[in-house]
């Protein structure tokens, strides 16, 4: 049995000045509409906003019970920088992280999570194999030296195709394990943000050097080692129909025609 059933599980959704109301309204629609399954806290953070605009987001929340969290780190260091000060504040709990484009898109989303909690695990709601450094273009002839230098600097910073890792959309993980991972990191650009979801030293590959298992968990409620992460149809992979989260790139690939599908399939798990 999942030691997390008694647990009151850190539910965090992220909500930023790049965002506008109908993001968050997606949000809340889908939060009541599919009910979690399990005992929770939710937690919505608010980062680089003003207080009016705080206030304009608080006006459509006030149908549901949250923790207000207000980010006050003034620069832009993505939504991992926003985990890791939540991690630090609530280092005993074990948290779930949402940012602003993902939501809810079936019902006991939470408990069919934590059921399948196990010591020492990291549990995701999706996963990739998809390469950075694979998946570099060269688009116009004169800019080849500038593909050339992006190809070096990926390359000593991203492993090549396959390149397993969890989607930082959607993961459950204790706020301690966590920090102990992100709180050296810097987040000074969109690269060090890719670096910490797919890179080298990637949230994935940290953990695994540590023994811990890393399962993406589907809506059936099945778990699914590294091997067999793409076979969750969570992902870019066949009609990807057992989603628990619903994110902007999820989404994208369910408005795809079918041959555009295999290639997004063949760019992720490297066949069609």
């Not at 910490?196 to 023994?211: H, V």
Request: aromatic content about 16%; glycine content about 2%.
């Amino acid at each position: 049995m999942s030691i997390l059933l008694k647990e009151k599980i850190l539910v965090c959704y992220l909500i930023t000045k790049y965002d506008d109301q109908n993001r968050l309204l997606d949000f809340i629609h889908n939060y009541k509409k599919f009910k979690s399954g399990h005992k929770h806290d939710l937690l919505i953070c608010f980062k680089l906003l003003k207080a009016d605009q705080i206030n304009l987001f608080k006006k459509s929340l006030t149908s549901i019970d949250y923790i207000e969290y207000i980010d006050k780190f003034s620069e832009n260091d993505f939504d991992l920088g926003s985990y890791k000060r939540i991690s630090n504040d609530y280092l005993n709990r074990y948290i779930f992280f949402l940012n602003s484009h993902s939501y809810p898109i079936c019902h006991d989303w939470l408990k069919k999570i934590i059921t399948n909690y196990e010591n020492n695990s990291i549990l995701a709601t999706s996963s990739s194999y998809e390469s950075l450094l694979n998946s570099i273009k060269l688009k116009k002839i004169h800019k080849i030296f500038t593909f050339f230098l992006k190809k070096i600097r990926y390359k000593k910073y991203f492993n090549p195709f396959p390149n397993p890792h969890i989607r930082t959309t959607g993961f459950l993980i204790k706020g301690s394990e966590f920090y102990s991972f992100i709180n050296n990191k810097l987040l000074r650009s969109k690269e060090d943000a890719w670096k910490i979801e797919s890179g080298k030293n990637s949230l994935t590959n940290y953990f695994k050097k540590l023994g811990f298992k890393i399962y993406v968990i589907n809506s059936d409620g099945n778990k699914f080692s590294e091997n067999d992460w793409n076979l969750s149809n969570t992902y870019n992979y066949l009609e990807q129909n057992k989603s628990i989260i619903s994110d902007k790139h999820t989404r994208k690939y369910l408005k795809l025609n079918d041959n555009e599908k295999m290639t997004f399939q063949n760019n992720t798990w490297g066949f069609n």
